[in-house]
């Protein structure tokens, strides 16, 4: 049984660019959510897909977006990156989308620098 | 909105000594409560899953207490060992403005000395 994979692991973008995050959930899950951790702070929830519809986000602004494909794999789009973008983004996936039975297993993040 | 607290926010011990970190969260409407670890620059990983309807849960050396009424866990760790040195993470999932998400504490960064 394979975990919850990220990629990519780490990445440099330029402010006012777009960067795409990629997520692969444990098999079997098919609720995937995704969280931004700057340092030395608790994560912060973004947004969660379930079948393959956003299924309730936090407060980030809409150039904060994602997508589920079929495999329930999934993609977080950010568009016009600031440098408050700068952060460690986490997914996590799970059975259902109030993580019932197991909780949310998260994957490795992906360290995203705005320079 | 449901706000979490963890403290201490870093403690420091000898291997080998027995210790409880400490989360309070402000909602009881809760579904379950998990402990992660999070070593610097990594993901988490989930150590105890208590569901709401539990009062604790125990894998290994750790074991965590759940008081949903008084808005209470801890996180007990038993004989510490350097390898335990990480930042704890505690979470709990609810339904906040209409969607599942879990709200986190802003962690206890454990030192064991050896």
């Known amino acids: 049984e394979t975990g919850v994979t990220q990629s990519p692991t780490h990445l440099i973008k330029t402010r006012g660019q777009q960067v795409t995050l990629r997520c692969s959930s444990q098999?079997?899950?098919?609720?995937v959510s995704w969280y931004q951790q700057a340092l030395g702070q608790g994560p912060q929830f973004i947004f969660q897909?379930?079948?393959?519809?956003?299924?309730g986000r936090g407060n980030f602004p809409p150039r904060f977006s994602g997508l589920q494909f079929p495999n329930y794999s999934s993609e977080l789009n950010v568009n016009a990156l600031e440098l408050d973008d700068s952060a460690l983004y986490l997914c996590?996936?799970?059975?259902?989308?109030?993580?019932?039975?197991?909780?949310?297993?998260f994957g490795s993040g992906t360290r995203l620098t705005v320079v | 909105k449901q706000e979490v607290t963890q403290i201490p926010a870093a403690l420091s011990v000898p291997e080998g000594e027995n210790l409880v970190l400490n989360c309070s969260f402000t909602?009881?409407?809760?579904?379950?409560l998990q402990w992660f670890r999070q070593d610097p620059g990594k993901g988490l990983t989930s150590l105890l899953l208590?569901?709401?309807?539990?009062r604790e849960q125990t894998s290994g050396r750790l074991n965590a207490s759940l008081d949903k009424s008084s808005g209470r866990s801890t996180l007990y760790i038993a004989a510490s060992q350097p390898g335990d040195s990480a930042t704890y993470l505690c979470?709990?999932?609810?339904?906040?403005?209409?969607?599942?998400?879990?709200?986190f504490g802003k962690g206890t960064k454990l030192s064991v000395i050896p």
């Open positions: 996590a996936s799970s059975f259902d989308p109030r993580g019932s039975y197991y909780g949310y297993t």
């Open positions: 098999s079997g899950h098919n609720t």
């Open positions: 897909y379930y079948r393959e519809e956003e299924n």
């Open positions: 909602d009881s409407a809760i579904y379950n």
């Open positions: 208590i569901q709401s309807s539990q």
């Open positions: 979470a709990v999932a609810y339904s906040g403005a209409g969607s599942y998400q879990l709200t």
